[in-house]
T-cell receptor, first 114, second 112 residues
Framework: KQEVTQIPAALSVPEGENLVLNCSFTDSAIYNLQWFRQDPGKGLTSLLL?????REQTSGRIYASLDKSSGRSTLYIAASQPGDSATYLCAVRPLTGTASKLTFGTGTRLQVTL | SQTIHQWPATLVQPVGSPLSLECTVE??????LYWYRQAAGRGLQLLFYSVGIGQISSEVPQNLSASRPQDRQFILSSKKLLLSDSGFYLC???????????FGQGTRLTVV
């Protein structure tokens, strides 16, 4: 059974810092991995999708890497801003079986202070 | 562009009452549709998914059911709500089972 873990569970940093959020998964047989942002009481906003054949993806100040063999993905946010405050979730999609089924981590709650 | 609508945003229902949450997608045809539940302090759990009209797959046994009466409409229902049904319900869509998933704004359900 796939398990997804995100460390740290919560993070508070001053504005301007470069951030590193970690996601690990136990089964490396994944089709792709997706990073989301969730604001309090809101739905999920897709940030990046990384295919299993890829090692990285970039979108603006956000960069994500994927090391499928070791079961890890890392999300980097450059020059953090207060507007980046949210919960960040990673989710993996299996290579076989119910391909539609995303398995989510419990998220990293980020607060960027002035 | 594609958009997903989910309503209501919040709902307070007594135990034993029925439930109907609706989700619609615009700007795409034959999407894969999903219902997730997010409980406090836990990850999102997939409840149901659908690859076409009338085709529903259930991931976990529960007090809920889902229906897809139209191509871009997905409904989550219950005949009698339990306290344990409280949570944050999210609808999502994707082009296929392996492409990027997009989520609605969610419904906060509180069963009292």
């Amino acid at each position: 059974k796939q398990e997804v873990t995100q460390i740290p569970a919560a993070l508070s940093v001053p504005e301007g810092e470069n951030l590193v959020l970690n996601c690990s998964f136990t089964d490396s047989a994944i089709y792709n991995l997706q990073w989301f942002r969730q604001d309090p009481g809101k739905g999920l906003t897709s940030l990046l999708l990384i295919q299993s054949s890829q090692r990285e993806q970039t979108s603006g100040r956000i960069y994500a890497s994927l090391d499928k063999s070791s079961g890890r993905s890392t999300l980097y946010i450059a020059a953090s801003q207060p507007g980046d405050s949210a919960t960040y979730l990673c989710a993996v999609r299996p290579l076989t079986g119910t391909a539609s089924k995303l398995t989510f981590g419990t998220g990293t709650r980020l607060q960027v202070t002035l | 562009s594609q958009t997903i609508h989910q309503w209501p945003a919040t709902l307070v229902q007594p135990v034993g009452s029925p439930l109907s949450l609706e989700c619609t997608v615009e700007g795409t045809s034959n999407p894969n549709l999903y219902w997730y539940r997010q409980a406090a302090g836990r990850g999102l759990q997939l409840l149901f998914y659908s690859v076409g009209i009338g085709q529903i797959s259930s991931e976990v046994p529960q007090n809920l059911s889902a229906s897809r009466p139209q191509d871009r409409q997905f409904i989550l229902s219950s005949k009698k709500l339990l306290l344990s049904d409280s949570g944050f319900y999210l609808c999502a869509w994707s082009v296929s089972g392996v492409t990027e998933a997009f989520f609605g704004q969610g419904t906060r359900l509180t069963v009292v």
